[in-house]
């Protein structure tokens, strides 16, 4: 693919028409500058958006973000939908990690005053959130319980104190999908994921302690409670062991459903089957269930982040070092939602992997207090760069499904990285900078360095200037815990 196959409709958007291959049913818009987009055509993220636009069902365009990279079948930066309930839906256009996101909680705790006690706010934030490949999580529960979390999500750690109505009511879905069904969970994902609710895992997750550097909205900022100069933490992970064995067990039983549904693909590993099929609607009930674990797996890691903020600061300040829910939201996900489509209301399936959703003012699903404003939208840079706090907008809702990107995006394999980027280099050059860092591993380090990521700045600012999302805040990191 080259840039001659575009159509230019902006400076930060792009198309590829239906024209480009006779099997696709609609076509690819791209949100990326040129320079972005050069940078894009040097991965076979773009040939995967082509063959997505291939699925049975697809209304609108499939949409490409900023910060998109290859993925397995569907680029990690796509968003498509399909037709409810005939369309089809697909795992690997939702993605291994389900429901893998993001938390951002907010301090009034300045950062200048934090500083004598950030080392030990860095060491009790690694001891209390377990991380690694395979890590056990702060509980373990029965296989009863188990269940419960599957269906309650985070109103089960609600029930079980580690979370506030506040919290819940700022999450995503309220932290609880309804539709969920434990039972379409196989043993193996329930035996991965029995001890690790709690846990953070290995890879891109994360722990970042930030400090809030630039407000861009001031009344947005306000209503999120977010102050300049103070601190804010990000959990960044997942649904762990047990949605990444859902999607392998559906990934597996789809490769029989499309041969009994007749459904024709340029690539195995875009797999689906009809919603209203049996193996349709089993997906969708265990996919909802590990969205409900990974609810429940940051709402613990958030239980945990206090419990740390609460040792290291509360000797020391009167009040400030609580930590309050900003927003949670998902970036591998797949949503039943009414959007308006070429004039008319469409119920859809929104396959977001690797996109977030960015739902503007008045959207259905928001708290009251972020009514006025939007949803927030929270954009993790990679490791030693800047991370954002976004709002969604009108324009989200009529042009992109209610998405935008969900963070920076991989230029550089993991492979790669670790072979290029010596990790006790990184660790030196980070803490240099005033950066505190707790690793697990430093070749697990090297693989998440900076100059293995897209500059966020750059993805910001074209979902910006493509009006999908629009600016709160700009957060700096000084502290680091990896897996």
């Not at 932290?175 to 035996?191: F, H, L, N, T, Y």
């Not at 860092?437 to 500059?455: C, D, M, T, W």
């Amino acid at each position: 693919m080259k840039l001659k196959d575009f159509i230019k409709i902006g400076d930060y958007e792009w198309e590829i028409p239906t024209s480009f291959r006779k099997d696709m049913r609609v076509p690819v818009r791209v949100f990326a500058s040129e320079e972005l987009l050069l940078e894009v055509l040097e991965d076979q993220s773009l040939e995967q958006a082509v063959n997505a636009a291939t699925l049975p069902g697809l209304v609108g365009r499939v949409l490409v973000m900023p910060d998109v990279h290859q993925g397995y079948g569907f680029p990690i930066g796509g968003v498509a939908a399909t037709e409810y309930p005939h369309g089809v839906i697909s795992p690997g256009a939702i993605g291994y990690d389900i429901n893998c996101g993001v938390r951002l909680l907010a301090s009034e705790i300045e950062y200048e005053a934090a500083l004598p006690y950030m080392d030990t706010l860095a060491t009790l934030l690694n001891e209390y959130c377990p991380s690694g490949v395979g890590s056990e999580g702060v509980v373990k529960v029965s296989a009863g319980e188990l269940d419960k979390v599957l269906r309650e999500g985070a109103r089960w750690a609600l029930q079980q104190g580690y979370a506030t109505e506040n919290d819940l009511q700022r999450t995503e879905e309220f932290g609880m999908i309804e539709g969920a069904d434990p039972s379409k969970v196989s043993e193996r994902a329930r035996q991965r994921g029995r001890e690790q609710i709690g846990s953070l895992g290995a890879g891109n997750h994360f722990i970042e302690v930030d400090v809030i550097e630039q407000i861009f909205d001031p009344r947005a900022a306000a209503v999120m409670g977010l102050r300049e100069g103070c601190l804010a933490v990000q959990i960044h992970c997942g649904s762990r062991g047990l949605g990444h064995q859902v999607c392998t067990d559906y990934v597996q039983s789809f490769q029989q459903a499309v041969k009994r549904y007749g459904i024709q693909l340029p690539d195995r590993e875009l797999v689906c089957a009809p919603m209203d099929s049996p193996e349709g609607q089993d997906y969708l009930k265990a996919m909802r269930a590990a969205a409900n674990f990974a609810f429940a797996n940051r709402q613990l890691l958030a239980h945990s982040a206090r419990r740390a903020f609460e040792e290291t600061f509360a000797p020391h300040f009167k009040k400030g070092w609580q930590l309050v829910q900003v927003y949670d939201i998902a970036h591998n996900m797949g949503k039943i939602e009414t959007h308006e489509i070429e004039g008319r209301r469409v119920k859809v399936c929104v396959h977001r992997k690797g996109a977030t959703r960015a739902f503007g003012p008045g959207a259905p699903g928001l708290p009251p207090e972020y009514q006025p404003i939007g949803q927030p939208v929270i954009i993790p840079g990679s490791m030693g760069t800047a991370s954002w706090v976004l709002v969604g907008t009108e324009e989200s809702m009529s042009r992109s499904f209610g998405s935008t990107c969900h963070g920076a995006g991989r230029v550089m394999s993991r492979a790669k990285a670790k072979k290029d980027i010596r990790g006790e280099e990184l660790r030196r050059k980070l803490e240099g900078e005033g950066i505190k860092v707790r690793a697990g591993s430093l070749a697990g380090l090297a693989e998440e360095a900076p100059q293995a990521y897209k500059n966020v700045d750059r993805v910001v600012e074209t979902v910006s200037q493509v009006g999908i999302a629009r600016k709160v805040a700009r957060l700096r990191p000084v502290a680091v815990i990896k897996g």
